[in-house]
């Protein structure tokens, strides 16, 4: 157990709507990433918040968006979804600095499914 | 660029070592990371090693680091079935704040 929580655990949606999914960091974290793992693949980084700024992102069109809230909690938002934006989306905490800690904690994990 | 590589399978009965291997291309990685995930569920860090060592041993793990090859081993004694999963290797460059990621192994202990 990582103390890290996502919402909701699975999604349902279909091409070019909205999302929006949830994290609750470890308490007492104050770094938040994202990452996406289609199936059968390693994560890959989207981006990641430190003190509610983005402190660094991946190669993800502008269409990815997240925050950070003062509480370091965070959410990561996705426009106009396509079919290949089905995905385990996975969010970590850490405690560290701008260089984003050295020990990630992972959440279970919103599955994504995009028909 | 960064790049992680795992072989994708190992097969080992209960009792006996595992050894999982993995390279990566970022020489100025500072900690290497190896991750397990079973069937529908996150990433449990198992351990992670900073890159001026070149062993840690925790309870049954063991992580070996060889910079000069950029290869980087977990060896699992005594494996059992709870053992199964995919393990993922993973690297942190100096200054970046990604983690970069291998495509994982897939353990299999059988009985």
Same mark, same amino acid.
């Given at each position: 157990e990582t103390g890290v929580t996502q919402s909701p655990t699975h999604l349902i949606k279909t091409r070019g709507q909205q999302v929006t999914l949830r994290c609750s960091s470890q308490s007492g974290h104050n770094t938040v990433s994202w990452y996406q793992q289609a199936l059968g693949q390693g994560p890959q980084f989207i981006f990641q918040y430190y003190r509610e700024e983005e402190n660094g992102r991946g190669n993800? %069109? %502008?269409?990815f968006s997240g925050l950070q809230f003062p509480n370091y909690s965070s959410e990561l938002n996705v426009n106009a979804l396509e079919l290949d934006d089905s995905a385990l989306y996975l969010c970590a905490s850490s405690l560290g600095d701008r260089g984003g800690g050295e020990k990630l904690f992972f959440g279970s994990g919103t599955q994504l499914s995009v028909l | 660029g960064e790049d992680v590589e795992q072989s994708l399978f190992l097969s080992v009965r209960e009792g006996d070592s595992s050894v999982i291997n993995c390279t990566y291309? #970022? =020489? =100025? =990685? $500072?900690y290497l990371y190896w991750y397990k995930q079973e069937p529908g569920a996150g990433l449990q860090l198992l351990t992670y090693i900073f890159s001026n060592m070149d062993m840690k041993q925790d309870q049954r793990l063991t992580v070996l680091l060889n910079k000069k090859d950029k290869h980087l081993s977990l060896r699992i004694a005594d $494996?059992? $079935?709870? #053992?199964s999963a995919i393990y993922f290797c993973a690297e942190k460059g100096t200054g970046f704040q990604k983690l970069v990621f291998g495509t994982g192994t897939r353990l299999l202990v059988s009985p």
């Amino acid at each position: 157990e990582t103390g890290v929580t996502q919402s909701p655990t699975h999604l349902i949606k279909t091409r070019g709507q909205q999302v929006t999914l949830r994290c609750s960091s470890q308490s007492g974290h104050n770094t938040v990433s994202w990452y996406q793992q289609a199936l059968g693949q390693g994560p890959q980084f989207i981006f990641q918040y430190y003190r509610e700024e983005e402190n660094g992102r991946g190669n993800f %069109p %502008p269409r990815f968006s997240g925050l950070q809230f003062p509480n370091y909690s965070s959410e990561l938002n996705v426009n106009a979804l396509e079919l290949d934006d089905s995905a385990l989306y996975l969010c970590a905490s850490s405690l560290g600095d701008r260089g984003g800690g050295e020990k990630l904690f992972f959440g279970s994990g919103t599955q994504l499914s995009v028909l | 660029g960064e790049d992680v590589e795992q072989s994708l399978f190992l097969s080992v009965r209960e009792g006996d070592s595992s050894v999982i291997n993995c390279t990566y291309t #970022d =020489s =100025s =990685s $500072t900690y290497l990371y190896w991750y397990k995930q079973e069937p529908g569920a996150g990433l449990q860090l198992l351990t992670y090693i900073f890159s001026n060592m070149d062993m840690k041993q925790d309870q049954r793990l063991t992580v070996l680091l060889n910079k000069k090859d950029k290869h980087l081993s977990l060896r699992i004694a005594d $494996t059992q $079935t709870g #053992d199964s999963a995919i393990y993922f290797c993973a690297e942190k460059g100096t200054g970046f704040q990604k983690l970069v990621f291998g495509t994982g192994t897939r353990l299999l202990v059988s009985p």
